[in-house]
């Protein structure tokens, strides 16, 4: 049982419970147990002592999932440093802004990764770790040294010594709950990079919380698809699984089809976590493509009581193709599409979802998957509050607001845009619009910054005429814009699908057009039976490149507006 809300009071109750458990292994690789995990972390954190990193120093990550990223993260938090995982996805120019904003003092960073940090000079940042193999990098190293390095053994570099030692820095009850842990530096959807400062509390809390919600227990597995750089796999997808027990796997390659197929045959994963574009494309390229490949089973599906018994069997196919042993499919990062949703309930497909943003460390409300309710984001969690703010008198429909351990104590060096972000009275502004129903159910309605005002004053809410979109045969994801009062629709289609489904040639492409065109034309119409006066379509347009997102698959409507 945890008594202090600190990162090595996890570490340390869950090294002694559950010593020689499996704690972290690479799909394809050798783990690391409970005990080793332990002895390694205390060995990385003795090094950087010994390299004058202090508590309260900032030391970051740079790589993609690993077994050594968790040794990294309990490293640089076990000591009472300061953790600042970076996404992969940022480019050079951002990563070197992130360096030098968050003081960092020292670096883990992949092979893959070190060309972006290659020319970058401070004297703040002494101290570089090669993340693969914990190999110390001399300054002026380049990153063709690097792969040689790793590939053709040309170089040994000096390594981190791993023994069973007592860790240099501070001693367990000199770490407070209120000390910062982490620096999380957000991508956004409105293009402005903040620094979320979440302290030990924050992310044990939300951790504590959330293991007793799904019940995370030893005999779980956790098979990684998510970057761990966000505090969504960070805190529910590292934290909990090491406070319950629990053993988790990392792919090492992008979680492609072709990768997690046979990751999840060989894991038998019992729980993952997910954002809705995964099984949404499950469903709409696997699942649906199979049903709509035959006339009569396209037919059949019409019917509300046939398509119920296919999606039964559907489900059962679909958990074989999980592992066979999937016990929860925890989705949250963005809403779900209804659809969607609807399939995974007749199909018994063990989902759960939840709402959090990086500021409240991150989950905010959640269900396991008994008590999911459909198109909500589930009931606050234990010692949490929700409101919402200036709720419209018809609808019920307002800001959430967010109270609670779990959340950020402000956004570093940035006094201004904290304030902007948190009432007078201590309220978070999630920048979320929703309601609560009398269950204490959240269901969510979209950002606030996203809403259209429509010409007779209605509020319109871009992800929900998109969802319906998104729900037309042959799309693949759209993004809805504000043009001049007029709603302008842009498609992106599943082209794969079109082409194997309309047994298009490469060559045709006057054939291809004249199908996209119908299409295009189809969605317009469906997707306005649908939509509300106010809400409907003037236009929709094809918008052929995948739009871009964030690490979350949220699109960065900045971009496009």
Known sequence: MITKFTLDEVLNKSAEKYSENLALSSVDGVGISYKELKEKVNSVSSFLANQGIIPGDKVAILSENSVNWGIAYFAITTMGAVGVPIMTEFKSTEIKHILKHSDSKAIFVSAKQFEKIEEYNSEDLGTRILLDDFSIVPDDTKTDIIKSTLNEGLKEFQKIKFAALKMVG????????DDLALILYTSGTTGHSKGVMLTHKNLVYDATETVKLVDIKESDKMLSILPLYHTY????GLVTPIMGGASVYYLNKPPTPAALLPAMKKVKPTVMLSVPLVIEKIYRNKVLAEINKKSLSRNLYKFSHLRKKINSVAGKKLSETFGGNLRLFCIGGSALAADVEKFMQEAKFPYSMGYGLTETSPLVTGTDNINVRYKSAGKILNGMEIKIDNPDKDTGEGEVLIKGPNIMTGYFKDPEKTAEVFTSDGWFRSGDLGIEDSDGYLFLKGRSKNVIIGSNGKNIYPEEVEAIINEQSYVAESLI???DGKLEARV????????????????????ARKIIDEILKDVFNKSNERLNNFSKLAKCVEQVEPFEKTPTHKVKRFLYN
């Open 170 to 177: 501070l001693s367990d009850d000199k770490i407070n709950e």
């Open 233 to 236: 796999e960070a805190t529910l």
């Open 481 to 483: 814009l504000d043009r």
């Open 492 to 511: 992106h289609l599943n082209y794969e699908q079109i082409v194997e489904f309309f047994e298009i040639e490469k060559a045709d492409e006057s054939k």
